[in-house]
């Protein structure tokens, strides 16, 4: 119940997802960051970019997330999309499904690009699931969509924060 009323208490934060090339934040790179900006409990705004990286894509990656590297040719660096997301995200609460994966990614970035770790408050959907739904044996993002009937595309970052933010809607109101 905890964690339920945290996000029960929660009227604005930013909901947040990237894809990445693996999933070790010190070898692998971010390819594609979103967010969605929440204000009275409803979208008000989205932030989306693809991330340059100068990394071979792995075609298992691409299989997963459809993007490649020519997708990437002309996106920014890290660096600049990492400016334009905190400053979108401002100091609201970041929520995410598996949240500390996307966080240690975007922490890792920022302290090798601008010296610092983002101090926002974390809050996870996939404890939220786990809590509220324990009879589940799976809460993997693209099974709780499928679960609950969301529309979505797995594995693109915008579309899986949209997912995320319309999965806290349907646990919260199963009360």
């Known amino acids: ?6 996000f029960r208490a929660l009227t604005d934060y930013a909901v947040v997802d990237i894809e990445t090339t693996g999933i070790n934040c010190s070898t692998n790179d971010i390819i594609e960051i979103s967010a969605l900006k929440i204000d009275g409990g409803e979208i008000a705004d989205s932030f989306s ?4 990286t100068s990394k071979i894509i792995d075609p298992f990656i691409v299989n997963l997330t ?3 590297n020519s997708m990437l040719k002309d996106a920014d660096d890290i660096s600049s999309v990492l400016c334009r ?8 609460v970041i929520v995410g499904h598996n949240i500390g994966f996307d966080m240690r990614f975007i922490s890792h970035q ?8 983002p101090s926002n408050k974390t809050l ?14 799976c809460h993997k993002l693209s099974y709780l ?7 979505g595309v797995s594995h693109r970052a915008l579309s899986d924060c ?3 933010y319309e999965l806290i809607q349907k646990i919260l109101n199963l009360r």
């Open 49 to 52: 970019e693809l991330v340059y």
């Open 162 to 164: 949209t997912v995320t």
């Open 66 to 68: 459809g993007i490649d």
């Open 145 to 151: 969509k499928d679960y609950f009937g969301i529309e």
């Open 110 to 117: 920022a302290q090798l690009n601008f010296g610092f770790t």
């Open 124 to 137: 996870d959907t996939l404890k939220l699931s786990r809590e509220a739904l324990p009879q589940l044996k």
């Open 85 to 92: 997301f905190f400053d979108f995200a401002e100091d609201r």
């Open 1 to 6: 119940m905890k964690i339920e009323q945290e």
